[in-house]
């Protein structure tokens, strides 16, 4: 049997309502504080992702999945988004309309990492980004907007951690003594590190090897190097989270995985996810439009797996109510129902599914169809509602009607057609009505609608 690729899978419908009320939660609260999605392709130029995220990162070297077409051009599947909204930014001069230009995505994302739990090679993020904002009150509000979500979501206790990694200027003085540092303690680094050392010396810091640890502990800290701006920058930045009551712990270890971060990167963990416990990730990328050919435009944003925010809201406090509910199943009672079947199962024919009915419906068939249009007829009242096509039992039926989770079942037999009624059932109050049919739909206006699904 062939099965998804490791590192993918698939949503099934006993999990896709999570990732409905999910995103409609992310969406909820983006336009809140007034983001517009936008949506990018799933695959770019490769050359997007090395020019920004950076040729030396474990996302370029490692964990693209590129590809050539049949033209002959470098592809690859996104892994991450802050580099195509960049893109689809200078292309389409979203910079000569009002600044801030306030954008999040939700999407698939691709990485070849050792599958564990909490990360995948097909993973989904939602992200947020401001362009065209140097303020540092932009990136409180994308830190807020990143707390205000996990909160809503019922993860309480999650851990706000912020550093600077300062700009091209100032990190360049840091990167020599850092260098130095660690060229003078390079037998006790791991080899990974010893490779990094030369080309992305910042990314020894964060290694989570215990030797490596050891050594990074008394490495000099970048909040010693950062310039005068990069400096009242990181104070406004402080200053407004205490004010904002957003308590936050600074880790001059975090440097995160990307080159394309200036100024403010910043985490969000939630503990109790264990190894892979960063819900959201994030910074300032002041310099990465201009990378791309566009002008000068300041960035800041954020981007959160979805797979590990809904393993963390399956162990928080407001789980998401998986229940499939079905507002209405109508049942109608036609001779084919009564006869269930017919046929001789074949070896092969699912024992569940009755052999196949005529194709076209009969000159007895009008209750089914009678019962086929008030599907329709419920349907257009924004109610939802199905039916059995197979026609089985009242039995399978009624059966089938509380595994959907209906709230009510129509039901119409020979004697109910005649004398044009229909019983409304309330499968959870357990009372029964003959309606007439003509004013079935005052009597689902009246008695059912405004108490449909909610989210
Ligand atoms: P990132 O830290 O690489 O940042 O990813 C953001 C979040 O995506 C992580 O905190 C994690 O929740 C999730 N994530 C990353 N890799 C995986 C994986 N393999 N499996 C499951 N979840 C994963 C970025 O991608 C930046 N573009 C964020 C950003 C936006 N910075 C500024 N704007």
Same mark, same amino acid.
């Given at each position: 049997m062939l099965r998804a690729p490791r590192g993918t899978g698939d949503v099934l419908p006993s999990e896709s309502r999570k990732w409905i009320c999910l995103e409609k939660v992310l969406r909820e609260i983006s336009f809140k504080y007034n983001f517009e999605e936008i949506r990018t392709p799933v695959f770019e130029h490769t050359e997007l992702f090395s020019r920004t995220v950076g040729e030396s990162t474990d996302i370029v070297e490692k964990e693209m999945y590129t590809f050539e077409d049949k033209g002959g051009r470098s592809l690859t599947l996104r892994p991450e988004g802050t580099a195509p909204v960049a893109r689809a930014f200078l292309e389409h001069s979203l &910079? %000569? &309309?009002?600044?801030?230009q306030k954008l999040f995505y939700i999407g698939p994302m691709f990485r070849y990492e050792k599958p564990q739990a909490g990360r995948y090679r097909e993973f989904h993020q939602y992200g947020a980004e401001i362009l065209g904002s140097p303020s540092p009150y932009s990136d409180v509000e994308i830190i807020a907007l990143a707390v205000d979500i996990a909160e809503s979501l019922g993860l309480t206790g999650t851990k706000l951690v912020i550093n600077s990694i300062g700009c091209p200027v100032c990190r360049e003085r840091y990167r020599g003594d850092l260098i130095k540092y660690l060229s003078a303690r390079s037998d006790a680094v791991c080899e990974d590190c010893r490779k990094r050392l030369s080309k992305n010396p910042l990314r020894v810091l964060d290694c989570k090897n215990v030797s490596c640890k050891a050594v990074t502990s008394g490495a000099p800290s970048m909040l010693d190097y950062l310039c005068e701006d990069c400096q009242k920058h990181w104070e406004g930045l402080r200053e407004l989270l205490l004010r904002m009551g957003l308590s936050y712990e600074v880790d001059t270890s975090l440097v995160r995985g990307l080159d394309y971060y200036t100024k403010t990167v910043f985490e969000l963990k939630?503990?109790?996810?264990?190894? %892979?416990?960063?819900?959201a990730g994030g910074g300032r990328y002041d310099g990465l439009v201009e990378a791309l050919g566009g002008k000068h435009t300041p960035g800041v944003g954020f981007a959160m797996g979805l797979e590990r925010i809904l393993l963390a809201v399956e162990k928080g406090e407001k789980p998401f109510r998986e229940e499939r509910a079905l507002d209405f199943f109508v049942i109608a009672l036609g001779q084919e129902t009564r006869l269930d079947g017919g046929e001789k199962a074949s070896a092969t024919r699912d024992e569940r599914i009755p052999a196949a009915q005529n194709a076209a419906p009969g000159a007895d068939d009008d209750i089914f169809r009678r019962g086929f249009f008030l599907v329709r007829e419920i349907r257009s009242l924004g109610l939802s509602c199905d039916f059995d096509p197979l026609r089985r039992s009242l039995k399978a039926q009624m059966k089938q009607a509380d595994r959907l989770n209906a709230r009510y079942v129509a039901i119409l037999g020979e004697e109910e057609l005649e004398k044009k009624m229909v019983s409304i059932r309330?499968?959870?109050?357990g009372w029964q009505k003959e309606i007439p049919l003509e004013s079935v739909r005052d009597f689902i206006e009246k008695?059912?609608?405004?108490r449909g699904n909610q989210c």
């Amino acid at each position: 049997m062939l099965r998804a690729p490791r590192g993918t899978g698939d949503v099934l419908p006993s999990e896709s309502r999570k990732w409905i009320c999910l995103e409609k939660v992310l969406r909820e609260i983006s336009f809140k504080y007034n983001f517009e999605e936008i949506r990018t392709p799933v695959f770019e130029h490769t050359e997007l992702f090395s020019r920004t995220v950076g040729e030396s990162t474990d996302i370029v070297e490692k964990e693209m999945y590129t590809f050539e077409d049949k033209g002959g051009r470098s592809l690859t599947l996104r892994p991450e988004g802050t580099a195509p909204v960049a893109r689809a930014f200078l292309e389409h001069s979203l &910079g %000569q &309309g009002p600044l801030p230009q306030k954008l999040f995505y939700i999407g698939p994302m691709f990485r070849y990492e050792k599958p564990q739990a909490g990360r995948y090679r097909e993973f989904h993020q939602y992200g947020a980004e401001i362009l065209g904002s140097p303020s540092p009150y932009s990136d409180v509000e994308i830190i807020a907007l990143a707390v205000d979500i996990a909160e809503s979501l019922g993860l309480t206790g999650t851990k706000l951690v912020i550093n600077s990694i300062g700009c091209p200027v100032c990190r360049e003085r840091y990167r020599g003594d850092l260098i130095k540092y660690l060229s003078a303690r390079s037998d006790a680094v791991c080899e990974d590190c010893r490779k990094r050392l030369s080309k992305n010396p910042l990314r020894v810091l964060d290694c989570k090897n215990v030797s490596c640890k050891a050594v990074t502990s008394g490495a000099p800290s970048m909040l010693d190097y950062l310039c005068e701006d990069c400096q009242k920058h990181w104070e406004g930045l402080r200053e407004l989270l205490l004010r904002m009551g957003l308590s936050y712990e600074v880790d001059t270890s975090l440097v995160r995985g990307l080159d394309y971060y200036t100024k403010t990167v910043f985490e969000l963990k939630w503990p109790p996810l264990g190894a %892979q416990d960063a819900v959201a990730g994030g910074g300032r990328y002041d310099g990465l439009v201009e990378a791309l050919g566009g002008k000068h435009t300041p960035g800041v944003g954020f981007a959160m797996g979805l797979e590990r925010i809904l393993l963390a809201v399956e162990k928080g406090e407001k789980p998401f109510r998986e229940e499939r509910a079905l507002d209405f199943f109508v049942i109608a009672l036609g001779q084919e129902t009564r006869l269930d079947g017919g046929e001789k199962a074949s070896a092969t024919r699912d024992e569940r599914i009755p052999a196949a009915q005529n194709a076209a419906p009969g000159a007895d068939d009008d209750i089914f169809r009678r019962g086929f249009f008030l599907v329709r007829e419920i349907r257009s009242l924004g109610l939802s509602c199905d039916f059995d096509p197979l026609r089985r039992s009242l039995k399978a039926q009624m059966k089938q009607a509380d595994r959907l989770n209906a709230r009510y079942v129509a039901i119409l037999g020979e004697e109910e057609l005649e004398k044009k009624m229909v019983s409304i059932r309330s499968m959870k109050e357990g009372w029964q009505k003959e309606i007439p049919l003509e004013s079935v739909r005052d009597f689902i206006e009246k008695e059912v609608l405004g108490r449909g699904n909610q989210c």
